[in-house]
């Protein structure tokens, strides 16, 4: 976990509201904004936190309302992981060693269920990079919104979704992954936070 109390920087983005966030372990940043004027836009944006300073080269492909709703970062700092849940997918990139996009590496997850929407809310890459997971909190079972968790393995350059899905308490109030989520492999555990914060943990394997 990054941590230096030795300084204090400020970044101030004029791209619009801040969404979400990730640091990695050697302090490299990725952030996720909605457009504050139109709210059409997703940007995501790559910055070291040791300078504030952007990273280039910056996202430049087409971006959604919802791209960047969700945003994670390996510890190395050699993945990401961006969520769209307007669009129901979700995309993963290599980073090079400068910390810049590799646009061949990009990888498309999408929602294995089209009558759920909000997939992509919230993403998690492992230590590894090698596992992700990723809510939908709008996920619906018996018409109550439970909310539903998507892991996936990384097994010859494609993500496999591993089932089956977990889902939140039959009773509609919990909504899983709507306030975070976070994927630890080496002890297959998937933790995460609902609507109102209340945190649960679940065991995968595959």
């Known amino acids: 976990m990054y941590n230096d109390d030795s ?7 004029t791209n619009g509201n801040l969404l ?8 490299i940043i990725i952030a996720g904004f909605e457009d504050s004027i139109s709210s059409s836009l997703g940007i995501v944006l790559i910055l070291d936190v040791n300078t504030m300073e952007l990273l280039p080269p910056k996202h430049s492909e087409a971006w959604t309302a919802g791209f960047g709703h969700g945003v994670h970062i390996t510890p190395a700092a050699d993945m990401i992981a961006i969520g769209d849940p307007v669009e129901n997918e979700v995309y993963t990139y290599k980073l090079n060693a400068r910390y810049s ?15 759920f929407t909000s997939f992509g809310w919230k993403v998690a890459l492992s230590h590894t990079g090698e596992s992700l997971a990723v809510s939908c909190p709008e996920a619906r079972l ?18 496999i979704l591993i089932r089956p899905i977990l889902f939140g308490d039959r009773n509609g109030v919990t909504r899983l992954g709507y306030a975070g989520i976070a994927i630890n492999e080496s002890e297959g555990r998937v933790d ?15």
């Open 7 to 13: 300084f204090q920087k400020t970044y101030t983005s």
């Open 142 to 159: 018996d018409n109550n919104e439970v909310g539903a968790i998507y892991v996936y393995v990384y097994i010859n350059n494609d993500w």
């Open 20 to 27: 979400s966030v990730a640091i990695s372990d050697n302090g």
């Open 192 to 206: 995460l936070l609902d609507k109102t914060e209340n945190r649960y943990q679940f065991v995968v394997s595959h």
């Open 101 to 115: 996009v590799d646009y061949l590496s990009k990888q498309v997850v999408k929602s294995p269920d089209s009558a």
